[in-house]
């Protein structure tokens, strides 16, 4: 090869920095509707959610948890004023209680939600929505039939950067999706010893990445999966029992989408998101999730680094409830609705088959997680 020889070279370009686009993704709030919420379930998680309700003003107005002493913790906190229950149907029997914020794990959760809507409650349900995709629907079709909402708490769906892209999207900025590329490297050792983690099989690709395969479906609107490939793989030194390794495909006609994940990375956390599209590039890196703090627009007129507000552990609890309250205030299906998130479950459940069987799976033929 010559020394003129550029093979395999761009040609230099001269970048132009150009105007921050408007994209609106911060959380949003009803006009006037702020109805009483009540809360069953004060574990750890319930902590960012009250914290984040108050910010916004919502008034939580009941807490309920099998350890009253917890309930009366998280009311002592940020609610002072709030009633305490040990069963959740006390709770739910409170007439003047419109909305539930239902955090328990799966299993614990689903009669729960069902006795909401039978209750005639408004639902935020913690994610993942249900570990069977029929028993989704059916509270789907329950939620219909009383009149009411039900949404999830996909939180990642109002992380900064995550809600930005999917707005800038929305907005066509960048033309049609042809590839998304997300690559984490993160230390979750936390788990280690906690059994309602490390007794979950695929604790990186389901209890994790349940939020990717959420922001997946959100990005790729308009554009149906036919086939998802997933790995899961451990090594010798982990310190928990789950594969900490992680990678997924998943197949459009006209599009792919990439999942790198190490939930073991002790040293050099990172976490890159890079979206390109017909029309321009849109890129998020930080050494977290929650620290995500601007995205990089690349158009051809030019490009600009956007400074984001907020992080996921605000912007995210504030706006799944934010939205939900707004559907209910305008009479219109939330964004994050049950029915909606049966979509993300659906890729989800297909990367957890294809993990366990190392073949590619089609969205929908899988309607549960594998089990041990």
Request: charged share 25%; net charge negative; glycine share 8%.
């Amino acid at each position: 090869m010559s020394e003129d020889d550029d093979y395999g070279l761009s040609s230099e370009k001269v970048e132009k920095t150009i105007d921050p686009p408007p994209v609106d993704y911060l959380p949003k709030k009803p006009k006037s509707y702020n109805p009483k919420i009540g809360l069953i379930g004060a574990g750890g998680i319930s902590e960012f959610h009250l914290k984040n309700y108050k910010a916004c003003g919502f008034e939580v107005a009941a807490i309920a948890n099998r350890t009253r002493s917890k309930g009366e913790e998280k009311r002592d906190q940020f609610y002072p004023e709030a009633l305490v229950f040990e069963d959740y149907r006390e709770l739910l029997a409170v007439e003047d209680i419109e909305v539930v914020d239902v955090t328990p794990h799966p299993a614990d959760r689903l009669p729960i939600l069902r006795e909401s809507l039978n209750a005639g409650k408004h639902v935020l349900s913690q994610k993942p929505f249900v570990h069977d995709l029929s028993e989704g629907e059916r509270l789907v079709d329950l939620a219909k039939e009383k009149n009411l909402k039900i949404a999830v708490n996909q939180n990642g769906r109002w992380a900064p950067h995550f809600s930005y892209l999917r707005n800038a999207i929305a907005s066509g900025l960048i033309g049609r999706v042809t590839s998304v590329d997300f690559s984490l490297q993160w230390d979750q050792t936390w788990i280690k010893g906690i059994p309602g983690f490390e007794n979950i099989r695929h604790m990186v690709l389901f209890d994790f990445a349940v939020h990717w395969f959420d922001i997946t479906d959100c990005l790729m609107t308009g554009q149906k999966p036919t086939k998802v490939f997933a790995s899961a793989i451990g090594y010798s030194e982990q310190e928990y029992r789950p594969p900490a390794l992680g990678a997924v495909i998943v197949e459009y006609p006209e599009a792919q989408v990439r999942m790198a994940f190490n939930a073991h990375t002790k040293l050099g956390e990172e976490d890159v998101t890079t979206v390109i599209g017909t029309k321009g590039t849109l890129r998020s890196r930080g050494p977290g999730l929650n620290e995500q703090p601007e995205v990089e627009v690349c158009l051809e007129e030019g490009s600009v680094k956007v400074p984001l507000t907020g992080s996921w552990f605000e912007s995210g609890f504030q706006g799944t409830m934010g939205e939900l309250l707004c559907a209910i205030e305008e009479n219109r299906e939330p964004s994050n609705s049950a029915r909606n998130n049966l979509q993300s479950l659906e890729l989800c459940f297909a990367a957890l088959q294809s993990a366990e069987t190392g073949q590619s799976v089609k969205p929908g033929e899988a309607q549960n997680p594998p089990t041990d």
